[in-house]
């Protein structure tokens, strides 16, 4: 029902969610010449990227890097004088900037493309038409031909592990912080699970791992998963796979306790749930719009991120992908671009993966396993990390690897999976050789700087050529 006396506004597009998603589609409607309104209800805009997930998980992961570093400082003839220590607060503080920065360059990019920001929350009352609820509770009617949903995701909970925010924690409470817990069990050994793991271990805490299936890094190459398990208990952590929590009872003095499938019970001072997230996709009114839903709650969308109401697209964690920043910024230009007319398609054969763990993971294309199930022809060529004079150099060459998957026939990459320094910044050469199209003596013939990383691409080639 339409409130005929309340404010009307009239924009060529309308983004839902102030994440990168959004931001990416609100900022490329504006350069195709839209007049665009972007919607978010939080006072402060980039999403659970900036907020709770991507920036603080990395920024946490560069401090345990260098904390790292700092204590092989020997190694490279540099004397540090006196005890090596972690300043929690400090830390914190150090994500804090990060954070700030961020989102001073979002609001310049906005303020550029004359974006107008409606602080408040989006429900459709038809597919051209949204009612917004101002935060200081007053409303606008937007009229839109145009709409790109961007709302994002929120975390995932288990009846088991009722979140208090303060001993049981989701990724989206733990930038509150403020120092590090003695024991930590983390629920879930995903890829947030995984790198807190490393995380919270390097920073001094006692930590348990709990995965419900027989791996940590569900998907990944099964090398990569060996290998990081195998540094997880060389690091001290406690891995329990194949299990379930069935309790998580709260200690007089603090803390808690968590019981596992089996009755054998963990200690600690934080419980962190690292289980997923779901798309957030409530009290939207997208059912009023004719937007429909999967099982999981995600927008179906078609190649072209279009819903099944026309003129509606979504884009990032709503439509339940790969529910990653990198992703979800290709996905809402997309989205913006082909609401404003265009027909481009991604092709998820090209998407990057990245994990900071200790050491880090890069992958794209097929895992070996895939190939296998799939009945894929390949040949594997690997480089070790030990192989390499620049990783020797920098004392990070065990563990570490670069793997490729090539297709026997044409010779051309087809899957690539590095472990070890960088790796999540040198994946990004090898998505552009798999686009494309380049094969196994394009990387033996090509020059590389001696000594680098990149000098592994060559050689994992020539393994692989030498098995053809």
């Known amino acids: 029902m339409y409130n005929d006396s309340m404010e009307t506004v009239r924009y060529d597009a309308a983004v839902i969610g102030g994440g990168e998603a959004g931001i990416a589609a609100a900022v490329k409607a504006a350069e195709l010449g839209a007049r665009v309104c972007l919607i978010e209800s939080s006072s402060q805009l980039g999403g659970a990227c900036v907020a709770t997930g991507t920036l603080p998980s990395k920024t946490f992961s560069i401090s345990a890097g260098v904390f790292e570093s700092v204590k092989k400082a020997k190694n490279f003839g540099v004397?540090?004088?006196?005890?090596?220590?972690?300043?929690?607060?400090?830390?914190?503080?150090?994500?804090?900037?990060?954070?700030?920065?961020?989102?001073?360059?979002?609001?310049?990019?906005?303020?550029?493309?004359?974006?107008?920001?409606?602080?408040?929350?989006?429900?459709?009352?038809?597919?051209?038409?949204?009612?917004?609820?101002?935060?200081?509770?007053?409303?606008?009617?937007?009229?839109?031909?145009?709409?790109?949903?961007?709302?994002g995701s929120h975390p995932i909970s288990l009846p088991a592990l009722p979140?208090?925010?303060?001993?049981?924690?989701?990724?989206?409470?733990?930038?509150?912080?403020?120092?590090?817990?003695?024991?930590?069990?983390?629920?879930?050994?995903?890829?947030?699970?995984?790198?807190?793991?490393?995380?919270?271990?390097?920073?001094?805490?006692?930590?348990?791992?709990?995965?419900k299936t027989a791996h940590a890094l569900l998907g990944q190459d099964k090398d990569v998963v060996a290998a990081i398990e195998k540094e997880l208990k060389r690091r001290g952590a406690a891995l329990r796979f194949a299990t379930t929590v069935v309790s998580c009872a709260a200690k007089p003095e603090g803390g808690r306790i968590v019981t596992i499938?089996?009755?054998?019970?963990?200690?600690?001072?934080?419980?962190?749930?690292?289980?997923?997230?779901?798309?957030?996709?409530?009290?939207?009114?997208?059912?009023?719009?004719?937007?429909?839903?999967?099982?999981?709650?995600?927008?179906?969308?078609?190649?072209?991120?279009?819903?099944?109401?026309?003129?509606?697209?979504?884009?990032?964690?709503v439509i339940g992908r790969r529910m990653q920043s990198s992703t979800a910024i290709l996905e809402g230009a997309v989205a913006a671009e082909n609401a404003m007319g265009g027909s481009r398609t991604i092709d998820e054969r090209f998407v990057p993966g990245g994990i900071y763990t200790q050491p880090e993971i890069g992958s794209v294309g097929l895992t070996e396993d895939e190939a296998i199930e799939n009945e894929i022809p390949h040949i594997v060529g690997v480089c070790g990390y030990a192989a390499l004079v620049k990783a020797c150099s920098l004392q990070t060459f065990n563990p570490g690897f670069i793997k490729m998957l090539f297709d026997p026939s044409s010779h051309k990459l087809i899957g690539a999976h590095i472990l070890g320094a960088e790796s999540a910044e040198l994946i990004h050469n090898l998505v552009?050789?798999?686009?494309?199209?380049?094969?196994?003596?394009?990387f033996i013939y090509s020059i590389y700087h001696h000594p680098s990383l990149s000098e592994g691409f060559r050689d994992a080639a020539r393994d692989a050529v030498s098995k053809m």
């Open 261 to 317: 499938e089996g009755g054998t019970a963990f200690e600690a001072d934080l419980v962190l749930t690292c289980i997923g997230r779901r798309p957030s996709t409530e009290r939207l009114g997208l059912e009023a719009a004719g937007v429909a839903l999967g099982g999981r709650g995600e927008i179906i969308v078609d190649e072209c991120l279009e819903t099944t109401a026309s003129g509606i697209f979504a884009a990032g964690d």
């Open 432 to 442: 552009i050789a798999m686009r494309t199209g380049a094969t196994a003596e394009d």
């Open 163 to 211: 979140v208090d925010g303060t001993a049981v924690i989701t990724t989206d409470e733990i930038v509150a912080l403020t120092e590090c817990p003695r024991r930590v069990v983390i629920i879930g050994a995903g890829i947030i699970g995984c790198e807190y793991a490393f995380i919270f271990r390097t920073f001094g805490a006692d930590v348990t791992l709990i995965e």
């Open 79 to 151: 004397r540090i004088d006196g005890p090596i220590s972690l300043d929690f607060k400090e830390v914190v503080g150090s994500r804090n900037k990060l954070m700030k920065c961020d989102i001073g360059v979002i609001h310049s990019h906005l303020r550029t493309h004359k974006v107008e920001w409606i602080q408040g929350w989006a429900v459709f009352l038809a597919p051209d038409r949204l009612r917004v609820t101002r935060t200081d509770g007053t409303a606008v009617e937007i009229e839109t031909p145009r709409t790109i949903v961007a709302a």
